[in-house]
């Protein structure tokens, strides 16, 4: 091992979870080995005057190269989704490996992750959504996938094709506990969803404008009380997904009370659109579909005071990249198909931090340690990725962006550099934006392009 520095980041504001100082930062190796007041000279000198240097992004939640429960391949594989993380900061990301009914779980992860190492750019690891937990999948390949580092299963409470029932939730949440792996829901209540969807197109409603109808706020605090509920009695933690608003906040809080070890996260999109942005007629709006579906304004301050009390500690995009003008996206049934034919989800791997920043910082909702936290520490602690990713130490991987916090910038789709045909956030004026972002100490965004090689990202065993 050589012992100079291959990469030295001075002049900077260092932030953390914890604090922001002034200090230099020497890299060998990938790995962050000085810091302080002047490291040595390194092979490469980069200049962070005047700018603050964040711990690279952790996005806990992503659909890359996935098959989702509609039989649609989500838009960005791993190299598209690497640039368009690595634009927005972001240097590590948790995909789903996607089971579907009739498949061999540890077939379909061997799959997922050859896909990954070929393209991948920045680091990554993957949740296991488990569709079909037959006494195979439970007791013989759930035990020996989490034993080599798949330490997160995805359990669907609503979607025909991936749901599971109630005793499915009991019996993977019992593999999880007995072999150490964490649950995470996405919590609606199926067949309420399903009971309203048909009274709304029996009614002749069934554009896109009636999707948040569809699936209103008790459907998932219903399932979310539940999910917390077999937690319980199974004696497992478990981490809800993309929480939309307040009754789902409360059966949170009221869990954690009763003493269960429930984490939650949320997502820009609810706390950048609500019901009213879908109250539009047209197919357009299929763009502004997702579930759980956006709230209003009284959501979005709640979900904003949750982030900051820890009620929420992690935030992630859940970019579910579906192309708006294509019959392999938001178009696969028509632009005439009822709303609950189009598929849910919206992309959102390059703004979530800048989001967090502009929104959550310099709307003076969070302290910018506090973003540090729910954008990278907390994710990296919960699913066992810390100190290794996450923050600014010794010993951490040197996954770094270089951030200009006062540049503003107007949203364009060009700015994403994914593979959609639209963002959602178009137009919109956000302050703060990384002008670098390193990877092990490598530049994998740089001056508004991503670099890097497709594979040189490594799996994070867990
Ligand atoms: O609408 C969403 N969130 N689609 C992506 C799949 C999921 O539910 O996480
Ligand atoms: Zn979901
Ligand atoms: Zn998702």
């Given at each position: 091992m050589s012992t100079s520095l291959d990469v030295a980041i001075r002049g900077g504001t260092l932030v953390t979870a914890d604090r922001q100082w002034r200090a230099d930062i020497g890299i060998r190796d990938g790995v962050i080995v000085s810091l302080g007041d002047h490291v040595a000279p390194a092979a490469r000198e980069l200049d962070a005057t005047g700018r603050h240097v964040l711990p690279g992004g952790v996005d806990a939640h992503t659909h890359i190269d996935q098959v989702s429960s509609t039989g649609l391949h989500t838009a960005d594989d791993f190299t598209s989704a690497s640039r368009s993380a690595a634009a927005g900061g972001t240097t590590t990301v948790l995909a789903h490996v996607a089971q579907h009914r009739g498949q061999s779980l540890r077939t379909v992860t061997a799959e997922y992750a050859a896909r990954a190492a070929r393209d991948v750019i920045i680091d990554y690891a993957f949740h296991l959504i488990v569709s079909d937990p037959t006494p195979t999948v439970l007791e013989e390949e759930l035990p020996a996938l989490i034993a080599q580092g798949h330490r997160s299963l995805k359990l669907f409470m609503t979607y025909e094709k991936i749901r599971l029932t109630d005793a499915q939730l009991l019996a993977v949440m019992d593999v999880a506990r007995t072999h150490g792996a964490l649950p995470i829901v996405h919590a609606e209540h199926h067949e309420a969803i399903q009971w309203l969807t048909q009274r709304l197109l029996a009614d002749g409603r069934t554009s896109p404008r009636w999707h948040a109808a569809a699936r209103p706020e008790p459907v998932e605090r219903e399932a979310v009380h539940r999910a917390c509920m077999l937690a319980e009695l199974v004696g497992v933690p478990l981490m809800v997904f993309h929480v939309s608003g307040m009754q789902a906040l409360d059966e949170i809080r009221r869990a954690r009370a009763r003493g269960v070890t429930v984490y939650a996260e949320t997502c820009p999109q609810y706390l950048a659109f609500t019901a009213e942005d879908l109250a539009h007629d047209g197919f357009e709006i299929a763009k502004l579909m997702f579930s759980p579906a956006p709230r209003d304004a009284s959501a979005q301050t709640a979900l904003w005071s949750a982030l900051a009390d820890g009620t929420l500690d992690v935030f992630s995009s859940d970019h579910a990249p579906y192309r708006f003008a294509d019959v392999a996206g938001k178009q696969a049934f028509g632009t005439d198909a009822p709303f609950h034919r189009i598929p849910n989800g919206v992309p959102g791997l390059a703004v979530r931090l800048p989001f967090l920043i502009s929104e959550g910082v310099h709307g003076g909702r969070l302290t910018l340690e506090r973003a540090v936290a729910v954008g990278c520490e907390a994710p990296a602690r919960r699913y066992g990725l810390f100190p290794q990713k996450g923050t600014i130490a010794?010993?951490?991987?040197?996954?770094l962006a270089i951030w200009d916090l006062d540049r503003e910038v107007v949203c364009t789709h060009a700015l994403m550099h994914d593979r959609m045909d639209y963002t959602p956030y178009e137009g919109r004026v956000l302050r703060g934006w990384p002008s670098m972002t390193l990877s092990r100490g490598e530049v994998v965004y740089a001056d508004g392009t991503p670099q890097g090689v497709p594979g040189r990202g490594r799996w994070l065993r867990r």
């Open positions: 010794l010993g951490s991987d040197a996954d």
